[in-house]
């Protein structure tokens, strides 16, 4: 069984970089059917898909919302088993949960966390 796990800073400036860790355990992410995807829920609101890294052989191929794909990054560290986000220039409208998930491609973007194996979330503030 798959499982992953978020981490990073609670608590980030306006104006900074939020930066998130999913520490993947039980498979890899280099394996190639899967997007790894970072997904959030701002307070309510439903999910908002952030974006994904998928590998083929030894590169993997980031793809991003086109509401965030201007301050978004999502790399993959194959030798941590890893993936992070970074989201740049954030405001109080980016305070939400944060999730990293493994969804299959016909999964991303659905409105639950009923597919998939998803950590269990990590709330971040923007505030100063």
């Known amino acids: 069984q798959v499982q992953l796990q978020e981490s990073g800073p609670g608590l980030v400036k306006p104006s900074q970089t939020l930066s998130l860790t999913c520490t993947v355990s039980?498979?890899?992410?280099?394996?190639?059917?899967?997007?790894w995807s970072w997904i959030r829920q701002p307070p309510g609101k439903g999910l908002e898909w952030i974006g994904y890294?998928?590998?083929?052989?030894?590169?993997?191929?980031?793809t991003y919302s086109p509401s965030l794909q201007s301050r978004t990054s999502i790399s993959g560290d194959t030798s941590k088993n890893q993936f992070t986000l970074q989201l740049s220039s954030v405001t109080p409208e980016d305070t939400a949960v944060y999730y990293c998930?493994?969804?299959?491609?016909?999964?991303?973007?659905?409105?639950?966390?009923?597919?998939?194996?998803w950590g269990q979330g990590t709330q971040v503030t923007v505030s100063s």
């Open positions: 039980g498979g890899s992410i280099t394996t190639n059917y899967y997007y």
């Open positions: 890294i998928r590998y083929r052989g030894n590169t993997y191929y980031a």
């Open positions: 998930a493994r969804v299959r491609p016909a999964d991303y973007g659905l409105g639950s966390r009923n597919s998939g194996s």
